[in-house]
């Protein structure tokens, strides 16, 4: 089975260790996406589990593309009526970094290369069976995805149904939340397994402890997902026995209790009560500890472990340029005092004073956090770990 797995340029690392880490073969990096080849099986355990991929694609064709009439001819030799049901209402979808250079070549606008790819699906139903499926953008249940790129047109289904980073857990009311899948991301890329402990003493609304739980504990991100909501259930070829099967395996893989803490702080206690109540939702709720406080008032809960946290800039600590570089200072005096022998990863806007903290990292990753540059910083805290200058750091 041909597929690609789609997920944020930046994060493309963590995505990549996934798939290899989960028996994905084949593995080719492509613009914010892997292609890869997987069993059906397989493909089945990629939606529960994967962790920093936001969408997947089962790959049906790759066509010429040249012209309209073209792109209209490849199409209509695909048997799109032995590929899912016309009573189920479909869309087209257009993807790719070269949209727009493929419309100057091919002389087709984004949203005649649409019209071209539904209604050539449309007549090919109509031809075998008299009749054709209704379009529907609100609540389809089959997405079709034309990705154009020098001339050629990769047709998949979106198998994945709403993107993968909504697991529906996060509550609302948080300012700054960051995404699950980009958490899940920075955990990885931080070198979090699960068999450490885990700190974030500025959790926020609590998703980078939740996705840390979810780890520690072998928990599928997607396991919860109610019947129907996968696209894939809604294709001739869905397979009912062996998704069961593979449900029925991923679940007993999901230990009883974690091999290290997971701890969340927050200075605010609303935040705290918001996480914990996302961590119920989530189901991990037992295996976590939380606690409000300070972030320089925080104790380490064991002598090694991993602190991860986002930053707050702005509006969640004032406007004052003096109080964050205070902030700031406080946080790379904390870490160094009380945390030697830890790992550290520090999420920081890239407008953000971070040099404050006054500590190297050993590696500094660019990443988005939504609309905003950010800075992932991975430091080692060894024994005699030393403050530097803003300009050094």
């Not at 991929?53 to 009439?69: D, F, N, Q, T």
């Not at 209209?72 to 070269?98: C, K, P, T, Y």
Request: aromatic share 8%; proline share 5%; glycine share 6%.
């Amino acid at each position: 089975m041909q597929l690609i797995a789609t997920c944020p340029e930046e994060t493309k690392p963590a995505l990549g260790f996934e798939l290899e880490a989960l028996g994905a073969r084949s593995i080719v990096p492509a613009y914010r996406a892997f292609a890869f080849e997987a069993s059906d099986a397989l493909f089945y355990e990629l939606h529960l589990k994967l962790r920093t991929a936001s969408r997947i694609l089962k790959v049906i064709k790759e066509v010429p593309a040249k012209s309209p009439a073209m792109l209209r001819s490849q199409v209509r030799r695909i048997h799109w009526n032995e590929l899912f049901d016309a009573r189920h209402g479909f869309m087209i979808e257009i993807q790719g970094d070269h949209v727009g250079n493929m419309a100057d070549k091919s002389g087709m606008a984004p949203k005649q290369i649409i019209t071209q790819v539904r209604e050539s699906i449309r007549e090919v139903f109509e031809k075998a069976q008299g009749f054709a499926p209704n379009v529907d953008t609100v609540e389809p249940k089959v997405v079709v995805v034309a990705h154009l790129r020098h001339g050629r047109c990769t047709l998949s289904f979106d198998t994945t149904g709403k993107s993968l980073h909504k697991r529906g857990y996060r509550e609302s009311g948080h300012p700054a939340p960051l995404k699950e899948t980009l958490s899940a991301a920075i955990l990885i890329m931080a070198g979090y397994d699960g068999s450490q402990a885990l700190m974030d003493p500025m959790c926020g609304s609590g998703t980078i402890a939740i996705e840390a739980a979810m780890i520690a504990v072998h928990k599928a991100p997607q396991i919860h997902r109610k019947k129907g909501e996968f696209y894939f259930e809604w294709l001739k070829d869905f397979d009912r026995d062996l998704w069961r099967v593979t449900q029925d395996r991923v679940r007993a893989e999901k230990l009883e209790m974690p091999t290290a803490s997971v701890v969340a702080s927050d200075i605010n206690a609303a935040y705290v009560a918001m996480a914990k109540k996302s961590a119920l939702d989530a189901r991990v709720e037992k295996y976590m500890t939380f606690n409000t406080g300070r972030f320089q008032d925080v104790e380490p809960p064991a002598t090694t472990g991993i602190l991860v946290t986002n930053l707050p800039y702005g509006e969640r600590i004032g406007s004052n340029e003096g109080d964050i570089v205070q902030l700031y200072e406080e946080v790379g005096d904390t870490l160094k005092q009380k945390f030697s022998g830890w790992q550290a990863a520090i999420l920081a806007a890239a407008a953000s004073p971070y040099k404050a903290i006054g500590l190297k990292p050993k590696r500094t990753v660019s990443l988005m956090n939504g609309s905003i540059p950010c800075k992932l910083l991975l430091f080692d805290l060894y024994t005699g770990t030393r403050r530097v200058s803003r300009e050094d750091a």
